[in-house]
C-alpha cells in the first residue's frame, strides 16, 4: 500500500498513461487472487466494493423484484437480515427456516421451504456470533436441482476455510477484505459465478467507469457494470497482498491452526464453573469464533473488565446478529465472543482462559 502510495497513485481507467496503467495492473492483479483463491471462473466476475455489506446489497437488491421469494437461515448477520427486511416490505416474499440453538441448519429444511416462485437462497458460510458452519455445499446442490441461485456470505470464512464457489455449487459470493483475507478496511465484494446473467442484476449506483465514456447509459458489462466511481485502488493493493499471503500459507493450514486452537478455548472455557458457551462445542464444524458468557455477569461488563484488568480485547453483546440471539436464546443481551485467527498462540487461549476464570472466581 505504501509503494503504491508513494509510486503509482492514479485513477486506473481514466488515463493512458503509465500510472494509471500500473494502477490498472494493481486492481486487475487484486482479482487475480480473489478468483484464484475461491475458484472463481473468470477474475473479470469479480466486482470490489467496500465490504461484504455492499456486495450482499449489491445481490439483494439486485436481484430481486416483487413477487419473488427468498430463503435464508435464523442466525443471519444484519448485512442480510435488514436488506430482506426492506425488501419484504417491497412485496419480496421472505421464509427464514430456523436453526437449532447450536446453529445447526438442516438442508431439508431448505428444500421444504422452497415455492414455486423462489429465486434465491442466501445463507451465511458460518455464523457470526457461534461460528457455526451452515452446509452451504449441501444446500447449493439443493439451488441447482431446482434451477435456483445460492448467495454465500463468507464474511466469517473467507481465507480461514477453504472455498471452492464451483465444486461448492454457489452462484454469488459476498467476501469482505479486511478479517481473514488479511486486507485493509473498505475491500470487498462479490464473485459472480457463471450461471448468474448479470444483465438481470440491477446495479445499485451508476456512473464514471473509465470505459465506455461516450455513452450516458451504465455499461453492461463485467465487472465495469457494478464498479462505478474511483476505486479504493490502495485498498486493493493491500488486499492482493493479503490474499497472496494466504495462498502461500495455505487456507488448510491456516484452517487447522485456528481449529486446533478454538478446540482449545472451548474445551477449556467448560471447565469453568459458571460459563456457558454457545454453539456445536466441535471445532470442526465451526469457525474461529467462540461466544460465552458467565453467570450472573454482563456480557459488556465482562468485555471491559477483560480489557483494562487483562488486556484481552473481544466484543460484546448482539454483534449484528439480533436473529441470531434469539435462536440462541441469548437475546437481548447477547454475548461475550473471542474471535481467533492464524496470528493467535497457544500462550494466547491460555492466557484467555485464566482472565474467564479469574472472573468467574469473582462472582
Same mark, same amino acid.
Given at each position: 500500500?505504501?509503494?503504491?502510495?508513494?509510486?503509482?497513485?492514479?485513477?486506473?481507467?481514466?488515463?493512458?498513461? +503509465? =500510472?494509471? %496503467?500500473?494502477?490498472? #495492473?494493481? $486492481?486487475?492483479?487484486? +482479482?487475480?487472487? /480473489?478468483?484464484? !483463491?475461491?475458484?472463481?471462473?473468470?477474475?473479470?466476475?469479480?466486482?470490489?466494493?467496500?465490504?461484504?455489506?455492499?456486495?450482499?446489497?449489491?445481490?439483494?437488491?439486485? &436481484?430481486?423484484?416483487?413477487?419473488?421469494?427468498? /430463503?435464508?437461515?435464523?442466525?443471519?448477520?444484519?448485512?442480510?437480515?435488514?436488506?430482506? +427486511?426492506?425488501?419484504?416490505?417491497?412485496?419480496?416474499? !421472505?421464509?427464514?427456516?430456523?436453526?437449532?440453538?447450536?446453529?445447526?441448519?438442516?438442508? !431439508?429444511?431448505?428444500?421444504?421451504?422452497?415455492?414455486?416462485?423462489?429465486?434465491?437462497? $442466501?445463507?451465511?458460510?458460518?455464523?457470526?456470533?457461534?461460528?457455526?458452519?451452515?452446509? *452451504?455445499?449441501?444446500? @447449493?446442490? /439443493?439451488?441447482?436441482?431446482?434451477?435456483?441461485?445460492?448467495?454465500?456470505?463468507?464474511?466469517?470464512?473467507?481465507?480461514?476455510?477453504?472455498?471452492?464457489?464451483?465444486?461448492?455449487?454457489?452462484?454469488?459470493?459476498?467476501?469482505?477484505?479486511?478479517?481473514?483475507?488479511?486486507?485493509?478496511?473498505?475491500?470487498?465484494?462479490? *464473485?459472480?459465478?457463471?450461471? $448468474?446473467?448479470?444483465?438481470?442484476?440491477?446495479? %445499485?449506483?451508476?456512473?464514471?467507469? @473509465?470505459?465506455?465514456?461516450?455513452?450516458?447509459?451504465?455499461?453492461?458489462?463485467?465487472?465495469?457494470?457494478?464498479?462505478?466511481?474511483?476505486?479504493?485502488? *490502495?485498498?486493493?493493493?493491500?488486499?492482493?497482498?493479503?490474499? #497472496?499471503?494466504?495462498?502461500? #500459507?495455505?487456507?488448510?493450514? %491456516?484452517?487447522?491452526?485456528? #481449529?486446533?486452537?478454538?478446540?482449545? &478455548?472451548?474445551?477449556?472455557?467448560?471447565?469453568?464453573?459458571? $460459563?456457558?458457551?454457545?454453539?456445536?462445542?466441535?471445532?470442526?464444524?465451526?469457525?474461529?469464533?467462540?461466544?460465552?458468557? %458467565?453467570?450472573?455477569?454482563?456480557?459488556?461488563?465482562?468485555?471491559?473488565?477483560?480489557?483494562?484488568?487483562?488486556?484481552?480485547?473481544?466484543?460484546?453483546?448482539?454483534?449484528?446478529?439480533?436473529?441470531?440471539?434469539?435462536?440462541?436464546?441469548?437475546?437481548?443481551?447477547?454475548? *461475550?465472543?473471542?474471535? =481467533?485467527?492464524?496470528?493467535?498462540?497457544?500462550?494466547?487461549?491460555?492466557?484467555?482462559?485464566?482472565?474467564?476464570?479469574?472472573?468467574?472466581?469473582? /462472582?
Amino acid at each position: 500500500m505504501t509503494r503504491f502510495l508513494a509510486e503509482v497513485g492514479a485513477n486506473p481507467g481514466r488515463s493512458a498513461h +503509465r =500510472l494509471s %496503467i500500473e494502477a490498472a #495492473r494493481v $486492481v486487475y492483479s487484486a +482479482r487475480e487472487a /480473489i478468483a484464484d !483463491l475461491f475458484n472463481a471462473p473468470d477474475p473479470l466476475r469479480v466486482v470490489f466494493g467496500y465490504n461484504v455489506t455492499e456486495a450482499l446489497n449489491l445481490a439483494l437488491r439486485g &436481484l430481486l423484484r416483487p413477487g419473488d421469494h427468498v /430463503i435464508t437461515s435464523s442466525i443471519e448477520h444484519n448485512s442480510v437480515m435488514r436488506p430482506l +427486511r426492506a425488501l419484504e416490505r417491497q412485496g419480496v416474499a !421472505l421464509t427464514v427456516v430456523p436453526c437449532s440453538p447450536e446453529g445447526l441448519l438442516d438442508p !431439508l429444511d431448505v428444500q421444504a421451504a422452497i415455492r414455486a416462485n423462489t429465486a434465491l437462497i $442466501v445463507l451465511n458460510h458460518a455464523s457470526n456470533v457461534m461460528g457455526t458452519l451452515l452446509p *452451504v455445499a449441501e444446500v @447449493g446442490q /439443493i439451488a441447482r436441482e431446482r434451477g435456483l441461485l445460492l448467495l454465500v456470505d463468507a464474511a466469517q470464512t473467507g481465507g480461514a476455510y477453504p472455498i471452492d464457489v464451483q465444486a461448492n455449487c454457489i452462484d454469488l459470493l459476498a467476501f469482505t477484505g479486511h478479517k481473514a483475507l488479511l486486507g485493509p478496511t473498505g475491500t470487498g465484494g462479490l *464473485v459472480i459465478g457463471e450461471r $448468474v446473467v448479470a444483465e438481470q442484476i440491477e446495479p %445499485i449506483k451508476r456512473g464514471g467507469t @473509465g470505459s465506455r465514456s461516450e455513452l450516458e447509459e451504465q455499461p453492461d458489462f463485467l465487472p465495469d457494470r457494478f464498479e462505478s466511481g474511483t476505486p479504493n485502488t *490502495v485498498g486493493l493493493a493491500g488486499l492482493e497482498a493479503g490474499v #497472496r499471503w494466504v495462498q502461500e #500459507r495455505g487456507v488448510e493450514a %491456516i484452517r487447522e491452526h485456528e #481449529r486446533s486452537l478454538t478446540q482449545f &478455548l472451548i474445551d477449556g472455557l467448560w471447565t469453568i464453573p459458571g $460459563v456457558t458457551v454457545y454453539g456445536s462445542r466441535d471445532a470442526a464444524g465451526q469457525s474461529a469464533t467462540v461466544s460465552f458468557n %458467565i453467570e450472573k455477569l454482563l456480557s459488556s461488563d465482562v468485555g471491559l473488565r477483560l480489557d483494562e484488568e487483562h488486556d484481552i480485547l473481544c466484543r460484546v453483546g448482539l454483534h449484528c446478529a439480533p436473529a441470531a440471539h434469539r435462536t440462541m436464546g441469548t437475546f437481548p443481551d447477547g454475548t *461475550v465472543r473471542f474471535g =481467533l485467527s492464524v496470528f493467535n498462540t497457544q500462550a494466547d487461549i491460555e492466557k484467555s482462559l485464566v482472565a474467564v476464570r479469574d472472573l468467574a472466581g469473582k /462472582i
